[in-house]
């Protein structure tokens, strides 16, 4: 089946540490998101990329880093630079520039202790 | 991007139908109006889209007046399982690359 695969669904971490939070998709989509979402809160933009080898930073990217070296895959970093990392964080991929429609994947909850 | 203003929270009750109207008063000329759903911990899903007038699928509708500086997503006969968080997004799907979400609407549906 065609979809948006986020890993891990959890991930515990101590303050000071790098995370890496993985996002494939296989639905041969060109743009992909990344979005953080606090308690309560609604989606607020990290990156976005809409093709390979480019990517450009969204509303909150200080403290985030992403890569797009294939089509598949749009990793992202929560480096230790980010000060309050605790978030559930979800990837999205669009088709293309002529559709509004993002598909969403099961999100990462990523906790700091 | 079009700036878009919602209701922070509704409550309603089983088989009612539940309006939620969304203000863009600076929507441009080829800004479409999408909506998305999100169930708690899960990523929002798409449910509806549209330009102007009224748009129809098997799970709401979406009336555009002809000003296009509101919309309302209605949706027919909720259930519990309808208790979510509604999103209005404004933009050009052709030249808008950098999708921002609001804060959107979380309905709650009594039994």
């Known amino acids: 089946d065609g979809g948006i695969t986020q890993s891990p669904k959890y991930l515990f971490r101590k303050e000071g540490q790098n995370v890496t939070l993985s996002c494939e998709q296989n639905?041969?989509?060109?743009?992909m998101y990344w979005y953080r979402q606090d308690p309560g809160q609604g989606l607020r933009l990290i990156y976005y990329?809409?093709?390979?080898?480019?990517?450009q930073k969204g509303d909150i990217a200080e403290g985030y880093s992403v890569s797009r070296e294939k089509k598949e895959s749009f990793p992202l970093t929560v480096t230790s630079a980010q000060k309050n990392p605790t978030a559930f964080y979800l990837c999205?991929?669009?088709?293309?520039?002529?559709?509004?429609?993002?598909?969403f994947g099961e999100g990462s909850r990523l906790t700091v202790l | 991007l079009a700036k878009t203003t919602q209701p922070i929270s509704m409550d309603s009750y089983e088989g009612q139908e539940v309006n939620i109207t969304c203000s863009h008063n600076n929507i441009a000329t080829n800004d479409y109006i999408t909506w998305y759903q999100q169930f708690p911990s899960q990523g929002p899903r798409f449910i509806i889209q549209g330009y102007k007038t009224k748009v129809t699928n098997e799970v709401a509708s979406l009336f555009i007046p002809a000003d296009r500086k509101s919309s309302t997503l209605s949706l027919p006969r909720v259930s519990l399982s309808d208790t979510a968080v509604y999103y209005c997004?404004?933009?050009?799907?052709?030249?808008?690359?950098?999708?921002?979400f609001g804060k959107g609407t979380r309905l709650h549906i009594l039994p």
């Open positions: 999205a991929s669009r088709k293309g520039a002529n559709t509004g429609e993002l598909f």
């Open positions: 639905l041969n989509h060109d743009a």
């Open positions: 997004l404004v933009g050009d799907m052709w030249r808008d690359d950098k999708i921002i």
């Open positions: 990329s809409q093709i390979v080898n480019d990517f």
